[in-house]
């Protein structure tokens, strides 16, 4: 059997999602208050709560990374129950995995190269794929575990750059 390596990060939240909480904490006071001086019946306000809760709710995002085989899956967990997959690389796509550095990423942008960050909140130190996909360039940003950077090193050997 191949080695493996699964590793759960709890997803950071950005300032997008921040204020996405404070308005589905906000909407509902303030609708309440709407409802109250115009006179409207009170039970229009379940819809609004139920809205506040799924928007409070669906930004609570855990990042599950599977490494099989030289192969690395990214799925995103929201809310603890819906799972979607967002991406896998093949050991074939796979151009080189390096540590992450924030300066290089404009750089990549400006040739073009999409980034897809899935780091966590953990203290592990981001690291990235760089792989080609379809003949595009991509690059993924994900928390590099010492379990998980292990396995790469043992599985993709030429690929894999300690400093760069």
Not at 80 to 95: C, D, F, T, V, Y
Not at 103 to 114: D, L, T, Y
Request: net charge neutral; glycine share 8%; proline share 4%.
């Amino acid at each position: 059997m191949e080695n493996y390596v699964e590793h759960l990060v709890k997803g950071k939240i950005e300032a997008k999602d921040r204020v996405i909480q404070i308005f589905a904490v906000f909407f509902p006071l303030a609708f309440l208050v709407f409802c109250y001086f115009m006179a409207l019946p009170f039970i229009i306000l379940f819809p609004v709560l139920f809205l506040s809760y799924y928007l409070v709710n669906s930004v609570d995002r855990e990042y599950e990374y599977l490494y099989l085989g030289g192969s690395f899956t990214v799925d995103q967990i929201i809310h603890r129950g819906k799972r979607k997959q967002m991406i896998e690389i093949s050991p074939e796509e796979i151009l080189e995995i390096q540590p992450f550095r924030p300066e290089r990423e404009e750089g990549w942008k400006r040739e073009g190269v999409s980034v897809l960050h899935v780091e966590g909140l953990g203290g592990n130190r981001p690291y990235c794929i760089l792989f080609q996909k379809q003949g595009k360039k991509q690059v993924l940003v994900f928390d590099g575990k010492d379990s998980l950077l292990k396995e790469m090193k043992l599985q993709a050997r030429g690929k894999f750059q300690e400093e760069v």
